[in-house]
């Protein structure tokens, strides 16, 4: 498989961005998820990608950030 090259691919180390490193300090201010326990909720079908494939592989890494992150639908939002 190759990635076109009018597409890019971010793989991260997720311990290191969150943990460990100073873009963790901006991204959760003195660690508010670790004290509020709140995760960033992200509206599955609120928003979209290149493609519908690119959307899936994009929430499917979303979803290695759990409890971070947690995917959801506007269904669920809206109750």
């Known amino acids: 498989m190759s ?3 009018d ?9 290191k961005v969150f943990a460990e490193s100073d873009w963790s ?4 201010p003195a660690g508010s998820f670790h004290t509020t326990g709140a995760p960033l909720p992200v509206i599955a079908d609120a928003c979209a990608a290149s493609s519908p494939e690119n ?8 979803a290695l950030f759990t409890p971070l992150i947690t995917i959801t ?6 109750g």
Do not use: F, G
């Not at 597409?7 to 311990?15: A, N, Y």
């Not at 300090?25 to 959760?28: G, H, I, N, S, T």
């Not at 959307?55 to 979303?62: E, F, G, I, V, W």
């Open 3 to 5: 990635i076109p090259s």
């Open 7 to 15: 597409e890019w691919l971010v793989v991260i180390d997720r311990q």
């Open 25 to 28: 300090d901006w991204a959760c």
């Open 55 to 62: 959307h899936q592989r994009a929430l499917d890494t979303m």
């Open 73 to 78: 639908d506007s269904a669920a939002v809206l």
